[in-house]
Structures are given as C-alpha cells and as structure tokens.
C-alpha cells in the first residue's frame, strides 16, 4: 500500500480507533476503553494524531501505552467509568503516539486513568500534562520515588575555617544516583532543581531534627568524597575542614496532587 493510501486508510479509522488498536473488542476493559474516550473518539481530528499513526512504529508504540491503559481500567468499576474531558484526553493520545520512554508513558497513562473515573476525574488537571512533558527520563523515576517518600533527606558540604563558614557547595547530596537506574547520574542536581522549577519540590536547609538514618547512611554513602575534600585542605596546611549540613527536599501541596496523579 502506498503512503497516500495507508494516510487516507487512516484518516477513514481514525473517528473509530478502537478496532485499530484493540484486535479483540471482546477483551476485558476494551467497552470501558470505549465509555471512557467515548467524546475523545467522536471529536479527535488533530492531523498530528492522523499524521503520526500513519507511521508503523508510531501506531505500534500507541498500541502498546493502550493496551497498558485498558489494563488500568480493568480496576475500575464499570458504573464508575467516565467520559474523559477532550482537553485532556486528546493531548494524552497525541503524545502517547511518539513517547518512547516507558515512565515518562506511564505517567500520561496514569492522567487518562484518572481522567477515566468518577472518583479520580478531579485528580487529573490539564496542567499536569505539561509538567509531564517538561521531565527527563530520569526525573520520571524520581517522580515515581517520591511516590514513597515522606521527604527527601540530603547533605551539603560546608567549608568552614574553625567554626566560622566560608563556603557552602550548592550541591544537595541525595544518594538517590547510587539507588535508582538512572541514564545520567551526574545530572542529579540538575533533575532536582528542575522539580523545585515546576513547583513540586522545596529544599528545607535548616533539618534540626537528628533522628533520621538516612543522614548517616548519606555519610556512608559520600564518605569517599568528603575524605578526598578534606584530605586536599590539608595538604593545602589551610586549617580548613569539611562540615556537613543536614536538609531535605519536601514535597509541595501541588506536587503532591502531581504526585497522586500520575503514578497511580
């Protein structure tokens, strides 16, 4: 089939999707995907959408984030499905045509899916759509980790001349690079201070409390590089040491309704 027939067989399916992605409409959860997207379906137009599954790989990958999207609604109740708002359900099906990346996918997924339930519908805003598309692949992990945590806890370096500080590393240490599968561990700082960017974060440097762990396995886990700052003030014979300082990273208000929304 040439390109223009395959583009014009396209836009012929497009105003009823589901038997193209779906090949069995007897799957559990394909008549709620249906419910669900129901006006999305009636009203997708966008020649981006039409343009990109004209494309092989584009129509494959969006088969593949559907199909996770018809097992989400397998938990919903059907009397609980609901027709997903446009302005939220077409930009998620555009975008879920050229994600490549798994947890950045997951994360529109989990907006449709929230978007897809009487319960959940107040959850997924519009405007989480485009935090989405403001993360890197590792800042969707670190989004999907704070999922779990009540706070990031962190140190700072301090140089400090006795007693009296001179200089404080900008960098916040998390440890979080030698625990998560990150493809750039050296861009930590620069994923975190993206987070603290779109609102969802905020660092708290004053920590009095001593009773967290993590501080101690945070010196564990730095142990090496404060011994190697320490070692060159020294041989520098400047009296200087390396003190460090104790804060956290806190969960906005608004990064946690992100949060609730996109991981599930």
């Given amino acids: 089939m040439s390109d223009l027939s395959t583009l014009i067989e396209t836009f012929k399916n497009c105003g009823n999707l589901?038997?193209?992605?779906?090949?069995?409409l007897a799957q559990p959860g394909v008549r709620k995907v249906g419910r669900a997207l129901?006006?999305?379906l009636d009203t997708v137009n966008s020649p981006l959408l039409l343009l990109r599954l004209a494309n092989e790989k584009?129509?494959?990958?969006?088969?593949?984030?559907?199909?996770?999207y018809r097992k989400k609604l397998e938990y919903i109740e059907d009397e609980k499905v609901c027709d997903v708002p446009p302005e939220i359900g077409i930009p998620i099906l555009e975008r879920l045509t050229y994600t490549t990346n798994d947890d950045i996918a997951e994360l529109f997924i989990n907006i449709l899916t929230k978007a897809s339930s009487v319960e959940t519908l107040r959850e997924a805003h519009p405007s989480f759509i485009h935090i989405v598309d403001r993360l890197s692949q590792d800042e969707a992990k670190l989004v999907n980790h704070i999922k779990y945590a009540y706070r990031i806890e962190y140190l700072t370096l301090n140089l400090s001349l006795i007693g009296i500080s001179?200089?404080?590393?900008?960098?916040?240490?998390?440890?979080?690079?030698?625990?998560?599968?990150l493809d750039f561990p050296e861009n930590m700082e620069m994923c975190f201070n993206n987070l603290m960017s779109l609102g969802l974060l905020e660092p708290k440097d004053e920590y009095k409390i001593s009773v967290s762990k993590r501080y101690d396995e945070l010196r564990k886990l730095y142990e090496k590089r404060i011994e190697k700052m320490n070692a060159k003030e020294r041989d520098e014979d400047t009296k200087m040491s390396v003190n460090l300082k104790r804060g956290y990273y806190r969960i906005t208000k608004f990064g946690n309704e992100f949060v609730k929304a996109c991981t599930g």
């Fill in 38 to 40: 129901e006006t999305v």
């Fill in 58 to 68: 584009a129509k494959l990958r969006f088969e593949k984030h559907m199909e996770k």
């Fill in 18 to 24: 589901l038997p193209t992605v779906y090949k069995d």
């Fill in 166 to 181: 001179l200089h404080e590393y900008p960098e916040r240490l998390t440890g979080l690079e030698f625990e998560l599968k």
